[in-house]
């Protein structure tokens, strides 16, 4: 349960957790030049959804000055995505990645 503070709302929420889990991922080498990519390949989360926000919270190796980022792909489908911004190319280690999907509460996810 989310602490409040004079009936303000916290990040927590904002969001429903809709899954997490931990995965070994070895991405393809990220060429030199800035904003190439490596794909993780499709990890499942059951429930995803198109329009849930993937973090990926916690990775065992340092991603040398690279992003790592996710989205989901379709149904129960996330994909992680190794950016390049450096000179050089960037090759991480097979590593676990751990990620969260969140959707936006039923409340809040109107306009």
Partial sequence: MAIQKAGRLQFQDLFEVVG???FTINFPNAATGSGTMAVSGALTVPGA??????LPVGCGVDPVDAVVAGH???ANTVELTLLNNT?????????????????????????
């Fill in 20 to 22: 997490a889990g931990r």
């Fill in 49 to 54: 959804a198109l329009g849930d926000i993937v």
């Fill in 72 to 74: 989901v792909t379709g």
């Fill in 87 to 111: 000179a050089g190319a960037v090759d991480l280690a097979s590593a676990d990645f751990t990620i969260v999907v969140l959707r936006l509460a039923p409340q809040f996810a109107r306009v």
